[in-house]
Structure formats: structure tokens, C-alpha cells
């Protein structure tokens, strides 16, 4: 008689145990599967911030300038400020202001806004003020007669030259912008830097440097409004072709500055409005070189600087 095979029976705990784990070797394999899928959209999500991020940045070239081989940290303007022969100051551009336009109170101001529309003072405001720039500064005193009002600009000034090389005259000695500053009474300061330093590598260094600037004058002059401009932009021509100058650098930088301004409590001034074109570059009759602007231009400027002050 033939003997069926004995069969080998599994005691009914070890058969849980055996199931107990395969269902934990499950689990482990859905959740490695879930963590690999999330892994692969955060890259992809990294990956399209990334590609946003450069939309806009246009690759560099030789710029109109000449501004090849120069450090980009010592990285200077290539041209003096333009003029045209004929340019006429822009009186009839300028917006219409309401029956209640006034300048805002400095007691109740939003610093994370630009400075609005506002009465036009006289030209007189501009008595006790100083200017700091660079070229673009030196041509705003050039063309448009502000003769009533302290300049210290210099063609490639950045923020951090202000603090380093000796550009000023004084008693017959040249010592840098801010100690120059300590000289001379002023009830406004304002700055227009930028341009130069969209050069720099970091864009952190450019806000830390403008910060000091900002310290540096609040403790020469205390009780001096603080004027933070806008830096303007250039033509489509200049942005497309030059090596470091684009349009794209100096949204970035605008934006830095209107946070440090809100930051540091002083008052940021569109001026980048006052000068740009339907697509936010500088109209391209706008400045000979598309950087330096024409005397209308630079009237414009001055103008839009007359009609956006704060009452204290």
C-alpha cells in the first residue's frame, strides 16, 4: 500500500509572523516607491524655477563701452554724460496733478512703497541737498543749470568707491565722497549708484555696500531726508550687447534697493519710471550712447524729482 507524502503543517504563529511580514516588506516598498516620486517632482519643480529665473538675462558681449578686461568689481562707466544740442526741459510731460496732491507726511509714511505724486516745489528745495553719483549725476548737474544744489558724482562712483578713492575736492586736497559730506551742510541727500556694480558677482555685496553708504550718512547727517533712486534703465540696444549691463541686473538691483529702503526707513524714488519706455527700456532716442540721457531727458529726470518729495 502506498503512503500518501506526510504534509508538513506550519504552526499558525509562525504563519502570522510570515505574513506580518510580508505586508512590512509592502509597506517599505510603497513608501520608498512614494519617496522616489516625490524626489523627482521636487526637481522638476527646481529645474522650472531655475529656467524662470533666467528668463530675460541676455548673454553677455562686447558692450558699446569698451569696458573689456576691466574687474568687475572695479567696473567703470566708458563715456562722459550726453547732451542734445536742441533738448528743451519736458514741462508738458509731466502727469497733471489733482486740486489735493500734497506731499506725503514722513510721520505717516508706507516705506514700502515708492514715494508718490506730489506738489512741485520750487527749485529752490534743492539748496541744501547733495547729490552722490556717478556719471549719470554729473550729467543732471550738467544739464539741466541745478546749480543751487551740492554734487558729488563721478563718472564709475559705486557704493563701494564712496568710502575709498579720494574724487572730491576739498581745500585743495581730494578726499573720498563721504568725507567730503562731512563738510558740507545738507538737509537731503540723494543717491543714484547702481549701474557700475551690476557688474558684481553678488548682488548681496551690492546691498550690504549701499546699506553702509545708508549708516554712513545717517550718522553725518541725522536729521537729513534720505532719497534712494531708482537706478534708470538703458536701451534695448545696450542691454542685448554689453558685457554686464542689462536691464534684467537693474530690475533686480531696483527691487533690492526699494527693500532696503523699506529696511533702513529712508525714501526710495522711482526715477527708473520717470525716463523708461512702454517695455521699460530707455527709448532708444532716448541717450546718444543708450546709457548717458539727452538734456530733455535729464530734464525729465529733475522734473519727476520736483513733483515726488516728502513734507517733514
Known sequence: ??????????PKRAGKRARSKRLRTADILLMLLMIGLSL???????????????????????????????????AVEDGRPGADADGSPCV??????????????????DFSKPVPLSDPVDISYFD???????????????????????SFAHMGLTVGTVFTRPLINVDGAKVPVIDALKTVGSSKVYIMLGINETGWVYSSVFVQKYGEL?????EIAPDAVLYIQAIMPVSQKVSSTHSYITNAKIDEYDRL???LAEEKQVYYIDTAGAVAGEDGSLPEDAAPDGIHLKRSYYQ????????HTVAQ
Not at 500500500?1 to 506550519?10: D, F, K, N
Not at 519643480?45 to 568687475?72: C, F, K, N, S
Not at 545708508?214 to 545717517?218: K, L, S, T
Open 257 to 259: 534697493l526699494q527693500e
Open 40 to 74: 523627482l517632482a521636487i526637481s522638476a519643480g527646481a529645474q522650472a524655477l531655475a529656467e524662470r529665473g533666467t528668463e530675460g538675462i541676455l548673454p553677455d558681449g562686447d558692450g558699446p563701452l569698451g569696458t573689456a578686461g576691466v574687474p568687475a568689481t572695479e
Open 300 to 307: 525729465r529726470w529733475l522734473d519727476y524729482l520736483a513733483t
Open 128 to 150: 541744501d541737498a547733495v547729490f552722490i553719483g556717478d556719471s549719470r549725476t554729473e550729467g543732471l548737474f550738467l544739464n539741466t543749470g541745478l546749480s543751487n544744489a551740492t
Open 92 to 109: 508738458d510731460d509731466l502727469p497733471s496733478l489733482p486740486d489735493e496732491a500734497a506731499s506725503p507726511s514722513a510721520a505717516d509714511y
Open 214 to 218: 545708508i549708516d554712513a550718512i545717517r
Open 1 to 10: 500500500m502506498t503512503r500518501c507524502p506526510t504534509r508538513t503543517r506550519v
